[in-house]
Structure formats: C-alpha cells, structure tokens
C-alpha cells in the first residue's frame, strides 16, 4: 500500500529507528506502526536506548558549536532547500501521512504544505532576527539587545499532526542557530523517520557535520530524558495537557525553558446574527475534520436561543450526509481514529454524556464490516449539554460536537465560551460588528486565538499559533514565536572617557 511510498521518502529496513543524521543506531526494542486506515502493519521501528541517546545528545552539542558560527542567512538557505525537497515530495509524504495517521489525504497534504510555508517564512526570518536600539541614559553610550543561539532545542509530538508540528519547530530553531533532537510520537514513527532522512540528506549534500537534526524514537520514557536534560535549554513540546504538567514541572525542576502546546476545548458562538450557510460548514468541518482529532477542533457550539432550532435541524441534516471510510478516498469526509484505544474514549465520552444526562441528537458507532477492518473508524455524534457537564469540560479526542443554548447578550455566550480550563482556540459567527468587537476585546474570547466569521481550525503558519490556561501559554510558528529558540542579550557600549554610573550613583574615589 505504502512501499512505493516509503521508498522515495529515503525509508529502508537500515535506518527505521535513532539517527543522528547519516548514522543510524538500532540496539532498542521494537515498536511497530499500525495503520489506522486498514489495520495493516506498516513496519516495525527500534525505540532509542540511554547509551543511543546518550551519543545523539553529545553529537547535537558538537553539531551547535558549528551550526551556529554559519551566518544566519546561510543556515536559512539549508531551510530553502528543505522547503524545495518538500515541494517535490508533497503527494508522497502526503500519503504516508494520511496512510499511518488516518486523516484524509488532502489534510496530509496541507500538513505538508504547512512545512512549507514554515520553511518560506523561516528563510525570510533568517536575515532578520531583529534585536532593538535603546537610547540610553548616559551620554555617549549606546544599548542594544541581540539574539544569539540557544543550543539543542528539544522537540516532543504529538500523533495528529505527524510532521508539521516539527517542521515549525525545526525551521526556526535551524535558522535561529539551534540543534533539533526530535522525540515524535511513538504512534506515527514512520512520518517523523521521512522528515528526519530528507532533512539528513540535504544536511550531508551541504557538508554539514552530524547531529544538527536528530530523532531520538519510543515513548514517554525517551521523551522524559529530554525533559530532565540540563543540556537541552528549551524543550518544546506538543500533546495532551497531561503530558504538558508533566514535562513541566520536570524542566522547571532544572530551570529550563518549555514553549507547550497543549489540549484544546475550542467552541464557536453563533449569534442570532451569524450567517447560517457558513456557519454550517465552518461547525462540521470543524468537528469531523482528522476525525475531530485536531487541537484545534471544533468541541462546543455555543448558539444563541433564537436560531438554536434552526442550526440544530442544519447541523444534523448535514451529518446524515457524511461519508466515512478510507482517507485516502477523496469521496469521503472523514477517516479513522489513530488506534482502537481512541475508539474506547469515544464510547466512553458518548456514555458519560448520558451519564449526565446530555441528549444524544446523533447517535455514536463503531463501523464494523468491509472497509472498517481496522476497527478505527465511529460515526461522528452531536449531543445536547450543559457546558457544565464534567465531560464537556475535558477534551475528548474524538468527532463529539456538543451543542449549548444561550440566551440574551452575546456576553453571555463568551462566560460560557471561557468557562473551561483550555485556552487554545475560538470563533464568533455574527455579521454584527459590536458583537465581533466585544468578542476580541480584553472582555472577550481569553483563548490564543479568536476568529470571526472562521472556525477554529486551520491556522495559517504567518500567525503565533498557541494557547492560555491549560493549553499552556507556548507560541510557535509565525509573528514573533522565533524569539523563544534564542537568548536575548542587552549590551551597553560606553564610548566615551568617562565611567558615569546608571540611575545618576555617584562612586568617586
Ligand atoms: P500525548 O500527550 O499522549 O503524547 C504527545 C507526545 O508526548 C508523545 O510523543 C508522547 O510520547 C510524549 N509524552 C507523553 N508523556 C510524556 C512525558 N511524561 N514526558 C515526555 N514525553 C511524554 O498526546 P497525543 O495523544 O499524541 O496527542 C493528542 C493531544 O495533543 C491532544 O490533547 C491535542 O489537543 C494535543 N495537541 C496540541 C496541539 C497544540 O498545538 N496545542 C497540537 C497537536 C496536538
């Protein structure tokens, strides 16, 4: 199904496993890749052992000492030729993409595209990293602050977003003078082995010395020895929050840097003034797009009394129409789950829901029969609830759209809309202006990003993709997020003859 495929991608039986570029290591136990789309075993893949990492950690500290001595705009060139190999190989990685992590193809294929967008803006970065003039205080001196390398920058996954999330990751810290050590999520090894070979290719075309990009693989034990690394200054890591507090509090411990990326509870409010038609799209593809396993996703509808109806009728007309099954068969809306594990989270949530006494409106499945072999793929519910309720109030990594009536002002729908512990992305529908201005206001939406007239999914890399409260406060991507890959310096030159104290101290002696 996928052999073709790996080929290209430079995936051999010699390098499924721990590499530091052109050297593999391969001591470690086995994990084996599943894919969810027919339940076929892709290949099996050597987890890193300490000894192996212990050698990639060393490899990356060499690797920096020259990295970051190349001019930055040299380095952004490595990331150009990055971006041009993802080009070609953009329907390839695609379908590995789509193949081992279950989202349709065209969603892998933007998964690549954001790859390259990330490379296009971390080129252009490259002959900025702009640091501030300041003047100073005293005469004839001057201040500035700069921004040098960090070191090794740490990258840990998550499942759903294979390979764009290190790609954001890696595109700046490389163009910001950093080395990457990549710990990708143990359900998706085969994406994180394609990236890490065309980078590694590219790397060793250029002369460039091993270690600069390396993949440490297996589960939350190798991403824990990132964690407590001392040698690591940042760790950027992309997952539940359950894993964020425990990554957390690990490099706090050793008072390193975390950028944390973490779950969502996303909603849009539909005001009676919102215009229905788009709604309706920006709601289901919201929900069901990867299977309701973005962290973006669509989770709550917060709509208002006097359409409620209405959008409910809409919305559950619209789901009979959905088409499940093979991803990569662009007749249908929406693939598997990642594994059989998320499919009993989901019957799960779908009981707690009645537990609670929410109303189910489209009822829960697992597809069984030609097709559904791998036992991954449900029917996508829509349920009637309190925002209150215990489940709602969780991320549930599943298609579960709940639905929430709200009365008078649209005030009202943003208390509900905050009243979570997430804070990664939201949406308002209204084509009335005060509404919208209220919801971006200091009173409005408190999550890392507000939409009008948007779902809550799909960002553009251009903007600081991230999240508050637990959603944990990281920023990658676009904007300024680049400044957390680098140490930032003030410097004062004093150029006169003169030693005159700040704060106008006198010390004479
Ligand atoms: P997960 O937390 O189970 O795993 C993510 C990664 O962390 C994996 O590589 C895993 O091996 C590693 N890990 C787990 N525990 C660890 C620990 N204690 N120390 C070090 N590493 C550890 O998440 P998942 O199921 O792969 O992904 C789904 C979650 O990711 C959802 O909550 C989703 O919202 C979140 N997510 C967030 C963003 C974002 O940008 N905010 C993006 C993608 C996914």
């Known amino acids: 199904m996928i052999n073709k495929e790996l080929k290209i991608l430079g995936i051999s039986k010699a390098n499924l496993g721990t590499s530091t570029g052109t050297k593999q290591f391969a001591k470690g136990k086995f994990i084996t890749s599943y894919s969810p789309v027919d339940g076929k075993e892709i290949a099996q893949v050597q987890c890193t052992t300490k000894k192996e990492y212990e050698k990639v950690i060393e490899t990356a500290q060499q690797a920096q000492l020259s990295w970051r001595n190349i001019p930055a705009p040299q380095r952004g060139e490595i990331v150009r030729q990055l971006g041009d190999k993802l080009r070609q190989l953009k329907p390839t990685l695609g379908k590995l993409v789509s193949y081992e992590m279950g989202k349709s193809y065209q969603e892998g294929m933007g998964e690549v595209q954001e790859m390259i967008d990330i490379c296009d803006f971390a080129v252009g970065l490259s002959r900025q990293l702009y640091g501030n003039t300041i003047h100073s205080e005293r005469p004839g001196h001057r201040m500035y602050d700069q921004y040098h390398p960090l070191g090794i920058v740490g990258i840990i996954s998550a499942f759903n977003f294979p390979v764009a999330v290190w790609s954001w990751n890696a595109a700046l810290a490389l163009v910001c003078g950093d080395v990457v050590v990549w710990k990708a999520s143990e359900k998706t090894p085969l994406c994180a082995i394609a990236c890490q070979q065309v980078l590694a290719e590219i790397l060793k075309q250029n002369k460039l010395p091993e270690g600069i990009s390396s993949l440490i693989t297996g589960d939350a034990e190798v991403g824990n020895w990132l964690s407590e690394d001392k040698r690591i200054p940042l760790i950027s890591a992309t997952g539940s929050t359950r894993m964020g507090k425990e990554v957390a509090v690990k490099v706090a411990q050793r008072l390193g840097k975390t950028l944390l990326e973490l779950g969502g509870n996303n909603a849009i409010i ?134 929430i009536k709200y009365k008078g002002d649209v005030e009202n729908a943003i208390a509900l809309q905050n009243e979570v512990a997430q804070g990664l992305s939201s949406a308002i529908m209204t084509t009335n202006l005060r509404q919208a201005e209220i919801f971006l206001s200091q009173n409005g939406s408190d999550c890392g990003i507000a939409n009008v007239n948007i779902g809550t999914s799909g960002a553009e890399i251009g903007g600081a993709f991230g999240g508050e409260k637990e959603t944990g406060g990281g920023r990658e991507s676009g904007s300024d997020a680049w400044k957390v890959y680098m140490r930032r310096q003030t410097n004062t030159i004093n150029y006169t003859t003169s030693l005159p104290l700040a704060q106008g101290i006198k010390f004479d002696f």
């Open 270 to 403: 539909v005001t009676e003034e919102a215009d229905l038609k788009m709604t309706l799209i920006g709601a289901v593809f919201g929900a069901v797009g990867t299977a309701g396993q973005r962290c973006t996703s669509t989770r709550r509808l917060i709509v208002h009394e006097k359409i409620y109806e209405q959008v409910k009728k809409s919305l559950v007309d619209a789901y009979k129409q959905l088409k499940i099954g093979d991803p990569l068969d662009s007749k249908n809306h929406m693939g598997p789950l990642i594994d059989q594990d998320a499919v009993a989270m989901y019957s799960k949530a779908v009981q707690s829901i009645k537990a609670e006494g929410g109303k189910i409106l489209v009822k829960e499945e697992v597809l069984k029969g030609k097709g559904y072999e791998s036992c991954c793929y449900v029917r996508p519910v829509i349920a009637e609830v309190e925002n209150h309720f215990a489940i709602v109030q969780a991320e549930t990594f599943a298609p579960i759209l709940y639905l």
